[in-house]
């Protein structure tokens, strides 16, 4: 189901909790929204919907795909650019990694590991951070 989009920066800078098994609606939720959004968005975290759980979806090369507790286990290549967000107005600069190593745990809640590179590890970094309370 497509939801409100949260502009709250107090509600966005909160870490969010470990996602469950039982989080799988929050994923699907997170899909229908970031198609609805799909001219200006190509990632989305749970707290972008209101929900405090680490939960990302994300466009890997024209693929919807959800992630649960992603984590950066590796990281190379490091760029700065500037970054813009469906909760935000404007856009603000970072540094990036052009290569990552991402655990994570899948739509059956299996434990995956997966190398990406370019503009989706790009797309995932953005969505982590929005996961860890940072705000870009
Ligand atoms: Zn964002």
């Known amino acids: 189901m497509r939801r409100p989009i949260m502009t709250s920066a107090a509600f966005l800078s909160q870490p969010s909790a470990l996602a469950t098994r039982n989080d799988g609606k929050v994923a699907q939720d997170l899909l229908d ?3 609805a959004h799909a001219n ?3 990632g989305m975290a749970a707290n972008m919907i209101g929900i405090a759980k680490q939960v990302i979806v994300f ?3 024209g693929t919807a795909r959800a992630m649960f507790n992603p984590r950066i286990t590796a990281q190379s290549e490091p760029y700065r650019t ?3 967000c469906l909760s935000l107005i404007g856009e603000r600069e970072t540094t990036r990694y ?3 190593t991402v655990a ?3 739509m059956t ?3 995956r590991s997966e190398d990406f590179a370019g503009w989706t590890a790009q797309i995932i970094q953005h ?3 929005h996961c860890n309370g940072i705000v870009i």
């Open 40 to 42: 200006e968005c190509v």
């Open 82 to 84: 500037r970054e813009g």
């Open 104 to 106: 994570f745990d899948d």
């Open 59 to 61: 466009d890997d090369n």
């Open 127 to 129: 969505e982590i951070d």
């Open 33 to 35: 929204t970031l198609a």
């Open 109 to 111: 809640f299996a434990h």
């Open 98 to 100: 052009r290569r990552i």
